[in-house]
Each structure stands twice: as structure tokens, then as C-alpha cells.
């Protein structure tokens, strides 16, 4: 077993306060700072064409992905863009691209992120789907 020398006995408290130092500047610093923010816009619920005698619905949760810096620009935009995502669903709802079942959550989202970077595409990185449910 090795025993300390002298000198190094000496040296390890001083390492020991100038760890706890940095340690402490790290944390007034603060976390660092996160690159991209998640914006939920909710849920939106589209009624989808009639198939005989029952009504279907597709209730869809969207959150969308942005640059930090930018998040505050697209919560001031949050009415357009909520209105801009129930718009597409109505659209694809039309053309019947969503149905029960058969709702592809890639093509959904391509959709959404084109729409929405056509009202703000500086900062937004994606899309996300955070629920869809059929009835």
C-alpha cells in the first residue's frame, strides 16, 4: 500500500479548493443554454368524409420544433400557425389522405412542416406528432 508523501499530502487539499471553485463558477453560470424549444400548438380535431353511414374524426396533437432564439416569434405567430395546421387537415381531410387507419404520420407531418414554414421558416425544424387518434 502506498502511503502519501508529504508533498502530495500538501498539494491535495489545494486541488481539492480550486476543484470546489470551479465547480461552483460552473453552476452560477447555469445550465448552457438548450439549441432548439418544443412549442406545443394543441389539438386539432378534423372531421373526415363519411364512409356509409358512420362519421369518423381524427383528433391530431402538434408540437413544433424551433430554434431557441426563435421560439418567441412563433409564439406570437401561434394563432396563424394553429389556423394554418386546421386548414392542412381540412385540406388532406378532402382529398381523403387521412382515414381511419390509413393516416401515414410521415406524410402528416411533411404536410404540416411545409404549411407551417410557409407562415415562418426561419427557426422551425420540425414537426412533431404528439397524438393521433381515429374514430
Known sequence: MA??????ALLMPTALLLAGVAGRARAAEGPAPKPYDFLPLGDFTVNLPRTGRQAHYLI????????????????????????????????????????PGGTDPATLRENL?????????????????????HS
Do not use: C, N, W
Open 113 to 133: 412542416f411545409s404549411s407551417l414554414s410557409q407562415v415562418r421558416e426561419a427557426g422551425l425544424k420540425s414537426v412533431v406528432i404528439t397524438r393521433m387518434l
Open 3 to 8: 502511503y502519501p508523501t508529504r508533498r502530495s
Open 60 to 99: 391530431v396533437s402538434v408540437t413544433i420544433e424551433t430554434k431557441s432564439e426563435e421560439t418567441q416569434a412563433f409564439r406570437d405567430l401561434a394563432p396563424r400557425l394553429k389556423e394554418t395546421v386546421l386548414q392542412r387537415l381540412l385540406e388532406m381531410s378532402d382529398r381523403r389522405q387521412l382515414q
